[in-house]
Nanobody
Framework: QVQLVEYGGGLVQAGGSLTLSCVASKSAVNIEDMGWYRQAPGRQREFVAQVMHGDYANYGDSVKGRFTASVDMVKNAIYLQMNNLKPEDTAVYLC???????????????WGQGTQVTVSS
C-alpha cells in the first residue's frame, strides 16, 4: 500500500512563511496527482493545491499568489511553499496522492495523517 507522511507544520506569525513536505512511500510506482487540502475547526475540507502528472498546478482561490506547490518525482514528494500567511490559513493540512502501488494495475487515492499549521495574529 501507499503511505504519505507530511512534515513542516508549526506555528508562525502573520506575514511569515512556512514550507510543508509530503513524501509517498516507495511502493507508489506511479503517481498521477499529488496535492494538499486543509481543514479548519468548524469548516469543511478545503482544496489548497494540486500538481497533476508532475506538471500542471492548480490552486484554491484563497491561496492563489501566496502558495506554491511543486513536486519531485524522483523522491515521490510534493512541497507547499506558503508565503504571506494569514490567521485564516490556520488548519490541518492534508496531503493526498492518486497513485498506483506496487503489485496493482489501477490507481487509488491516498491521504496523509495531516500536519497542523497555526498562524498567529
Amino acid at each position: 500500500q501507499v503511505q504519505l507522511v507530511e512534515y513542516g507544520g508549526g506555528l508562525v506569525q502573520a506575514g511569515g512563511s512556512l514550507t510543508l513536505s509530503c513524501v509517498a512511500s516507495k511502493s507508489a510506482v506511479n503517481i498521477e496527482d499529488m496535492g494538499w487540502y486543509r481543514q479548519a475547526p468548524g469548516r469543511q475540507r478545503e482544496f489548497v493545491a494540486q500538481v497533476m502528472h508532475g506538471d500542471y498546478a492548480n490552486y484554491g482561490d484563497s491561496v492563489k499568489g501566496r502558495f506554491t506547490a511543486s513536486v519531485d518525482m524522483v523522491k515521490n514528494a510534493i512541497y507547499l511553499q506558503m508565503n504571506n500567511l494569514k490567521p485564516e490559513d490556520t488548519a490541518v493540512y492534508l496531503c493526498f496522492a492518486r497513485a498506483t502501488p506496487y503489485g496493482q494495475r489501477l490507481y487509488s487515492d491516498y491521504w496523509g495523517q495531516g500536519t497542523q499549521v497555526t498562524v498567529s495574529s
